[in-house]
């Protein structure tokens, strides 16, 4: 995404990015997803082993990252339409 909006800024072409962005986009979040649930899952299955601090590391981490990658989506939408505007 840094490289598609940095060409577009430029006034390059920056189409040939947009299916790997969204590819890797969907992978990442997906893969967070899946991490949230297998982190959260044994924790209500077994609240006295719930406490290991590894698990809620991972699991805070996890969070945070899926945030932050909603923020990054955000953003770059933002970008890519000002950049859309700015071309037409």
């Known amino acids: 995404m840094a490289v598609a909006a940095w060409l577009g800024n430029a006034g390059k072409n920056n189409k040939m990015f947009f ?14 997803v899946l991490t949230i649930i297998g982190k959260v899952k044994p924790m209500l299955a077994h609240a006295d082993k719930a406490f290991f601090w590894g698990n809620w590391f991972q699991l805070i981490f996890a969070l ?5 990658a909603v923020i990054l989506v ?3 939408i933002q970008t890519f339409s000002k950049q859309c505007k700015k071309s037409n």
């Open 64 to 68: 945070a990252m899926t945030v932050l």
């Open 74 to 76: 955000i953003e770059g």
């Open 19 to 32: 299916i790997p962005m969204i590819f890797m986009l969907a992978a990442t979040l997906t893969s967070l």
